[in-house]
C-alpha cells in the first residue's frame, strides 16, 4: 500500500491490460482503473453489491441489484449507516490525550490556545493518513510549544513527566517535542472505528434482501486509508468481492455527477422512513381509545389517525405517486396547510406513538373564494365550498418528494410546496 492505495504488482510490459488485470485479482481486493469496463462486463443481470461511502463523519451504505440490458439499478434495502466516520479516530485520539493530561486539561486547552489545537488534530491528521498495517517504526507528532507550555504552566510538571506517570508503554516523549506513537498506539486508535463499519456491513449482509452480494465498493475519504482497507478484506473479503476505485476519495463526487446527467439510472429505490398525515376516521368503540374521540356535528369520529403515504423499506419507483383529495374546511379559506408525520418503523396507528415526529408539512395555496363561486355556475358560494376538493399528488420513487395539487372543480394547478427545512 502507499498513499492509502493499493499497489497492483508489476508485470512484464508485454502482458496485455486484459492480463494485467486477471493478475491483480488473485487478490481479491484491488484497484480498478482502466479495469472499470473489464469490471462492468463480468456483471451480470441480478447481481448484488454494496457501496459503502466512509466518509469523515459517518459511513453510509446503500445496496443496489443490476438490471440489464437497460443499464438500471434497483435499491434493496433502505440506506443505512452510522457515525463510524474517521473523526471517530480524531476522537479516539482526543480521548487518549484526556487519559494522559486530563480531560479538564484538554478542555482548557482547546477553549484558551484554540489555534493551537487545531494546529495539533491537524498534525495528527497528517500522521493518521500514513498509518498501515505491518507498519514497525513509530509516529511522530509534533505537540505545539504552547501545548507543553501551558501544560506546565496548568499542572506544575512537564509533559514527560505526564506520559510516564500515565503507564502508557506505547507512548513515547522525544526531546525534540514529539509524542511517538507505536504500531500497537495508532492500531488501538483506529480499532474501534473500524470494528463498527465492518460489524455495520456484517449485519447489513445479514438480511434476506441483500443475501449473494457479489462486490463491495469502499468509497470515500476515510476508503483511502489502509488501515480500514486491510480490516475489510480480512473480515468480508471472504463473503465478497472488495473493490477500491481509482481516486477513491472522488468517487461520490463523480457518481453525484454522473447521476446528474441520468437520473433515472436508480429505477426503484427503498423508502427509508414511514411517511403520512393526520386524519379523523369514524370512531369505532372498543377498537379507537377514548381519548381520540372527537364529537362533530353530532357524529363520533376518531383522531390523530395515521393515513400512511409509504411504508418503512418499501419499493418505490421512478414516477410513483401517491394521491390523496383534500378539502378547505371553511368559506374563504386562502390556504391548508398539513403536517407530515414519519417514523423509523410502520408498527403505528395514531401520530402520537412514541417514534412519530413531525418532519414537514405541505402547503397549497387556494384560489380567492370568489373565483371559486364564479366557476360553480348558478351555485351559491357555501355550496361551492363544499364540493371543492383539492386532489394532490405526491411523488417519492426520486430523490426528493415533490408534490403537485389540483382544483377538481376548476382543473386549475394549486400552487403546492413541501418543506422539511423547518422543522
Known amino acids: 500500500y502507499c498513499n492509502g492505495f493499493q499497489i497492483v504488482p508489476k508485470v512484464p510490459i508485454c502482458l496485455s491490460a ?33 457501496v459503502a461511502d466512509c466518509g469523515g463523519g459517518t459511513v453510509d451504505l446503500t445496496v443496489h441489484q443490476i438490471e440489464q440490458p437497460q443499464g438500471t439499478l434497483k435499491e434493496l434495502y433502505k440506506a443505512s449507516g452510522g457515525p463510524y466516520g ?70 506544575g510538571q512537564s509533559v514527560e513527566t505526564a506520559l510516564r506517570k500515565s503507564n502508557m508503554n506505547f507512548i513515547k516523549w522525544s526531546s525534540q517535542g514529539m509524542l511517538r506513537l507505536s504500531a500497537e498506539a495508532m492500531n488501538q486508535l483506529f480499532q474501534p472505528t473500524i470494528n463498527n463499519i465492518i460489524k455495520h456491513v456484517e449485519n447489513l449482509m445479514q438480511k434476506e434482501e441483500v443475501k449473494d452480494v457479489r462486490f463491495l465498493f469502499l468509497v470515500g475519504g476515510f476508503a483511502e486509508s489502509p488501515m480500514l482497507q486491510r480490516a475489510a478484506q480480512n473480515a468480508l473479503g471472504r463473503n465478497c468481492r472488495i473493490i477500491i476505485p481509482h481516486d477513491v476519495g472522488l468517487t461520490i463526487l463523480k457518481g453525484a455527477v454522473l447521476f446528474g446527467l441520468d437520473p433515472t439510472v436508480v429505477r426503484v429505490r427503498r423508502c427509508p422512513l414511514t411517511y403520512g398525515v393526520g386524519v379523523l376516521n369514524r370512531f369505532v368503540e372498543g377498537r379507537h381509545p377514548r381519548d381520540k374521540l372527537l364529537i362533530k356535528d353530532g357524529r363520533e369520529w376518531c383522531t390523530d389517525i395515521l393515513d400512511r403515504f409509504v411504508s418503512v423499506d418499501q419499493s418505490v419507483a421512478l414516477g410513483e405517486v401517491v394521491r390523496r383529495s383534500y378539502t378547505p374546511a371553511r368559506m374563504g379559506q386562502r390556504k391548508i396547510i398539513i403536517n407530515i408525520y414519519c417514523s423509523d418503523t410502520d408498527d403505528i396507528t395514531y401520530i402520537t406513538d412514541p417514534g412519530v415526529r413531525k418532519c414537514g408539512a405541505i402547503t397549497l395555496d387556494l384560489l380567492e373564494s370568489g373565483a371559486v363561486a364564479a366557476s360553480a355556475g348558478d351555485n351559491d358560494k357555501g355550496s361551492a365550498i363544499e364540493r371543492r376538493e383539492i386532489r394532490t399528488t405526491m411523488q417519492f420513487g ?26
Open 18 to 50: 486484459r492480463e494485467q488485470l486477471r493478475r491483480a485479482r488473485h487478490s481479491r481486493t484491488f484497484l480498478v482503473e482502466s479495469g472499470t469496463g473489464e469490471l462492468w462486463s463480468e456483471m451480470q443481470t441480478g447481481d448484488r453489491y454494496i
Open 398 to 423: 426520486d430523490t426528493e418528494i415533490k408534490v403537485t395539487a389540483v382544483d377538481v372543480a376548476t382543473g386549475q394547478l394549486v400552487r403546492a410546496s413541501i418543506d422539511f427545512l423547518s422543522n
Open 86 to 155: 474517521a473523526v471517530g479516530v480524531d476522537l479516539a485520539f482526543e480521548a487518549m490525550l484526556c487519559q494522559i493530561f486530563g480531560a479538564d486539561f484538554i478542555e482548557s486547552f482547546k477553549a484558551k490556545r484554540p489555534a493551537a489545537w487545531v494546529d495539533l488534530t491537524i498534525a495528527f491528521e497528517a500522521r493518521k493518513r500514513t498509518a498501515a498495517p505491518g507498519r514497525a517504526n513509530s509516529l511522530n507528532i509534533s505537540l505545539p510549544f504552547s501545548f507543553i507550555d501551558f501544560y506546565k504552566r496548568h499542572r
